[in-house]
């Protein structure tokens, strides 16, 4: 029988939250799994750690994408496998791996569903499972106060950004496996290892989670209008046609800007810095899915 550790964070709900999951889990079997329950997303690595001390051989994390890669980090190079209960705002990951947002059908993939066998970004020592961002796409996120986050959802970090573009810009160099590929003013410099955002919008719409490349994408736009029009070639899938964004793909990303920013990873905003280096992990964590 699987040796299953179940880590929940409390403030986030889904269908008829954790009773709902606790019956689903029983009725296949698993009516006594290991159980975690955090208030904060920041409190799952410790909670991972002790269910791998005491030999758990799969984790469900319930919660958003806070949870999912805080999760993901410290599963990162294990051989435990990591289900999925969607229960944030977002749900990017989840979103992009097609897990279902029902705790019946996202139990079913948890116990019964395929493992797949993923890439990772890593930056600054922290992996992520989507996309990480410095400049606007960071301000956004740490501007956007919990309550309107919970009134708007994602749009609440557009809403944050529209007042702050000029002042977001910023000068920086990128370089993409040894090779320079961006030097100038830029508002935003996006690295994702999966492709799709909040709406069904691809970001970088080649992008694959299990190729060991991450995509690279610098949004040079300077105003409320051109940013409008570089989110709407991105909507339709032809970012790379827009004249204020510049894509392109590596293993390892370096990025220096001329001041502090905010970077963001998976919609987690982390404190200033100057420099990010980014490397692409293959094959570092598995994932149940469909």
């Known amino acids: ?20 999951l606790r019956t689903e889990l029983a009725a296949r079997g698993q009516s006594s799994p290991m159980w975690f329950q955090v208030p904060k997303s920041k409190h799952v690595p410790k909670a991972v750690r002790k269910a791998l001390k005491r030999g758990a051989d799969l984790v469900i994390i319930w919660g958003g994408d806070g949870s999912v890669q805080r999760c993901i980090d410290t599963l990162a190079g ?15 990951f989840a979103t992009n791996l097609n897990i279902p947002k029902s705790v019946p059908e996202a139990v079913e993939v948890a116990l019964r569903g395929f493992e ?34 919970d009134a708007l959802g994602r749009l609440a970090y557009v809403w944050t950004g529209a007042r702050s573009i000029k002042a977001a810009r910023f ?3 990128v370089d993409v496996d040894d090779k320079r590929f961006f030097k100038g003013s830029a508002g935003c410099v996006l690295i994702g290892n999966m492709g ?6 691809e970001v970088f719409p080649d992008s694959r989670p299990d190729d060991g490349l991450l995509d690279v994408g610098v949004i040079t736009a300077d105003s ?67």
Do not use: C
């Not at 294990?78 to 990017?92: D, E, K, M, Y």
């Not at 600054?124 to 501007?143: P, S």
């Open 196 to 201: 799709q955002l909040t709406g069904g919008i």
């Open 116 to 149: 797949r066998t993923i890439d990772l970004g890593r930056v600054n020592g922290e992996h992520f499972g989507v996309m990480m961002g410095i400049g606007l796409d960071a301000d956004m996120i740490k501007d956007a106060d919990g309550g309107l986050k």
């Open 1 to 20: 029988m699987t040796n299953l550790a179940v880590i929940a964070h409390e403030g986030k709900t889904l269908g008829g939250g954790l009773d709902e």
């Open 224 to 290: 409320l209008l051109d940013w409008s029009r570089a989110l709407g070639r991105t909507a339709v899938g032809q970012a790379t046609s827009s004249p204020f964004v510049e894509i392109t793909r590596g293993k390892r990303i370096d990025i220096r800007t001329d001041r502090r920013l905010l970077y963001e990873i998976d919609g987690g905003d982390r404190e200033k810095t100057k420099r990010l280096k980014v490397r692409t992990k293959a094959g570092a964590i598995r994932i149940k899915v469909p």
């Open 171 to 173: 000068q920086a160099r």
């Open 78 to 92: 294990t051989s435990v496998p990591l289900a999925i209960l969607p229960a944030g705002t977002g749900n990017l």
